[in-house]
């Protein structure tokens, strides 16, 4: 409970909770929007390269990439013209492309495994929306000129920065100035999507709601007996903080 108390028992170190926690409700409207775009991207795919299955079991294991091998060679048909769909689709074509995330045998059959050529590498064992951070997600968007319909520009890589910086705080700490900042990156990146997507709609008022939320109290809670109540009484507050943060504060016991 100790470290808890001095997580948010600072004005700098409750603005990194809040950031984390409104990353995180970003991230939870972001999955749904991502799995349905990936979902019409390879049906897409699909109608270019076809759907009939790898019966070779095409691997990396013949593809050297230092080597003057820029993309895998396959002796297979079907991995090969998915190979070429999915290089023309991305926007780093002439850099480093994370072919070996990926299982090319699938291509064909799961829309994650060409998903996740135009993520950061580390995610070969990732195979559903779950398992993909809000950077590798952001990537994604970013790298895939399916997105390029949306017309985000340069505001995923916004986004990314906030991650990124608020992951690699060495000291899990934030100034107001840069809460409010990457506040405002988010909100622009979720004033485009909400064009495209209802799950963003509420997103603005949450990150409202967080931003005014006195966690402080909860680090002089002197009700809260043990850990698990203190973050117990964390977690609600930030389901439903509309409706129960005051309620909550008059029942703290604050001195």
Same mark, same amino acid.
């Given at each position: ?6 997580? %948010? ?12 926690? %409104?990353?995180?409700?970003? @991230? ?5 929007? %991502? ?6 991207? @390879? ?23 230092? @080597? ?65 951070? /809000? ?50 990156? %988010? ?9 495209? @997507? ?8 949450? /990150?409202?709601? /967080? ?45």
């Amino acid at each position: 409970m100790d470290i808890i108390r001095e997580l %948010i028992g600072n004005p700098e170190g409750m603005n990194w909770f809040k950031c984390v926690c %409104i990353l995180r409700c970003f @991230h939870k409207r972001l999955e749904p929007f %991502i799995e349905e775009e990936i979902t019409v991207f @390879h049906q897409l795919m699909s109608e270019q390269c076809g759907c009939v299955p790898c019966a070779n079991n095409c691997d990396f294991s013949n593809w050297n990439p230092t @080597h003057n091998q820029p993309i895998p060679l396959f002796d297979c048909e079907v991995c090969t013209a998915w190979r070429d769909a999915i290089l023309t689709h991305h926007s780093n074509q002439n850099g480093k492309v994370m072919w070996t995330n990926s299982k090319p045998h699938l291509w064909s059959q799961d829309e994650w495994q060409v998903a996740k050529v135009y993520m950061p590498n580390g995610h070969k064992n990732h195979n559903s929306p779950g398992d993909f951070d /809000i950077a590798a997600l952001l990537c994604l968007m970013n790298q895939c000129k399916h997105f390029k319909k949306f017309k985000l520009g340069g505001l995923c890589e916004e986004v990314s920065f906030v991650r990124n910086r608020v992951m690699h705080s060495p000291n899990y700490q934030l100034k107001k100035k840069d809460l409010d900042n990457y506040m405002t990156r %988010i909100r622009k990146l979720c004033k485009v999507l909400v064009k495209h @997507h209802p799950n963003f709609g509420s997103l603005s008022r949450e /990150i409202d709601k /967080i931003q005014r939320l006195d966690l402080i109290l909860f680090a002089r809670d002197n009700q809260a007996q043990n850990k698990e109540e203190l973050e117990d009484k964390l977690v609600n507050t930030l389901e439903y903080p509309g409706k129960r943060v005051e309620k909550l504060k008059r029942s703290l016991s604050v001195r």
